[in-house]
């Protein structure tokens, strides 16, 4: 499939990363002039904008070095790249995926990369079945998890099972 028949996919991308960047660096500006770094922005504690600094992966797990977790990404990037110029153009859902994942991963390389830590500021509070409060994240990762759920959706519910009898009627 030629890459003009899917620069739709690859221009949603990097309207993520773009609007991944620009929320980080207002809002981290923002929330250091601060007193508290944290504003709250729906109800009491429900949603706020609070600054934080993640150097590990997904829930600040600490997994290895800044430049480990850069190469990681920038490969898992490039693997997304393959697949979103494989992937058949009927395959919208998996294609609008795998571009919501590419835009989150690219957007948390490049604080990870530049930076050595990924800004988080999106600090939701979820009723406590698991913990008190929801890691803080971002839009980065936002979208990965959306990208996420999308292709589990694919996977689960449209993908045919190689192992189903065909039934000829």
Not at 21 to 29: N, P, T, Y
Request: charged fraction near 20%; hydrophobic fraction near 50%; glycine fraction near 4%.
């Amino acid at each position: 499939m030629t890459f003009s028949k899917k620069t739709i996919f690859f221009s949603v991308s990097a309207i993520i990363i773009i609007a991944d960047q620009v929320s980080k660096k207002f809002l981290e500006k923002f929330l250091l002039s601060l007193d508290s770094n944290s504003i709250n922005v729906f109800g009491e504690e429900l949603v706020r904008f609070t600054l934080a600094y993640n150097t590990g992966i997904a829930f600040s797990i600490k997994l290895g070095s800044r430049y480990f977790l850069s190469a990681i990404s920038l490969i898992a990037s490039i693997f997304v790249i393959y697949l979103i110029l494989k992937i058949d153009i009927k395959k919208k859902l998996e294609l609008w995926a795998f571009s919501f994942i590419l835009g989150g991963a690219i957007g948390n390389l490049i604080d990870r990369a530049l930076y050595g830590k990924v800004i988080d500021f999106i600090d939701c509070d979820f009723p406590d079945i698991i913990m008190t409060r929801w890691p803080i994240f971002n839009i980065a990762d936002s979208f990965v998890t959306v990208g996420m759920v999308l292709l589990s959706v694919q996977y689960l519910f449209f993908e045919k099972k190689e192992d189903e009898p065909h039934t000829n009627q």
